[in-house]
């Protein structure tokens, strides 16, 4: 088993620009989540989603767009890409239950100039 | 307001020290807390969870705790080494699921 793969894990834009961050787990996990980790703060909720077809915003979900059309995947996309969006992003997945241990991936770096 | 306050910020210890890590939580209702080791570079992985009805749980030389009446946790690593210099992260999980994340105490062990 991978576990929780992401894609780039670094990536330079400039303000304005678009691109998707790619996150695929092969843990037939139902639920998937993306964080963004800041120095000093604690990990973000940005969108999640607890299945196949269903998403839903997160604590920090202004400038990202996310789909989940299949189990194994859930993409991040930046939409127009600003400063404030220089981060750390993560992946992660669990079971639906009440213990629910996240897995996370290897994260992406993106910075914004 | 849900907040997870840990500390300290961050830690130097010699190898083979013991050092002790804590989290504080204003979390409610408290459905469980876990405790994640991020290395430099890596996602979190989990170390141990604790739920309301346990006071100590042991995972090799780490050893959490949790006083849920005072709402404290806290992670003991035994005789240090070097690989466990790292991020320490505290995340308590609310029943209806949601999860609130502790800024980290980063640990750094030198020889």
């Known amino acids: 088993n991978a576990g929780v793969t992401q894609t780039p894990k670094f990536q330079v834009l400039k303000t304005g620009q678009s691109m998707t961050l790619q996150c695929a787990q092969d843990?037939?996990?139902?639920?998937m989540s993306w964080y963004r980790q800041d120095p000093g703060m604690g990990l973000r909720l940005i969108h999640y989603?607890?299945?196949?077809?269903?998403?839903d915003q997160g604590e920090v979900p202004n400038g990202y767009n996310v789909s989940r059309s299949t189990t194994e995947d859930f993409p991040l996309r930046l939409l127009s890409a600003a400063p404030s969006q220089t981060s750390v992003y993560f992946c992660?997945?669990?079971?639906?239950?009440?213990?629910?241990?996240?897995?996370f991936g290897e994260g992406s770096r993106l910075t914004v100039l | 307001k849900n907040q997870v306050e840990q500390s300290p910020q961050s830690l130097i210890i010699l190898e083979g020290k013991n050092c002790t890590l804590q989290?504080?939580?204003?979390?409610?209702?408290?459905?469980?807390l876990r405790w994640y080791k991020q290395d430099t570079g890596r996602g979190p992985v989990s170390l141990t969870i604790?739920?309301?009805?346990?006071n100590t749980k042991s995972n090799g030389r780490y050893t959490a705790t949790l006083d849920a009446d005072t709402k404290q946790s806290s992670l003991h690593i035994t005789a240090s080494q070097l690989s466990d210099s790292a991020s320490y992260i505290c995340?308590?999980?609310?029943?209806?699921?949601?999860?609130?994340f502790g800024a980290g105490t980063i640990l750094r062990v030198k020889s």
């Open positions: 989290c504080n939580y204003t979390v409610s209702p408290f459905s469980n």
């Open positions: 843990m037939n996990h139902e639920y």
């Open positions: 604790m739920t309301f009805s346990e």
């Open positions: 989603s607890v299945g196949a077809g269903i998403t």
């Open positions: 995340v308590v999980r609310q029943y209806g699921n949601k999860l609130v």
């Open positions: 992660a997945s669990s079971y639906s239950d009440e213990t629910g241990e996240l897995f």
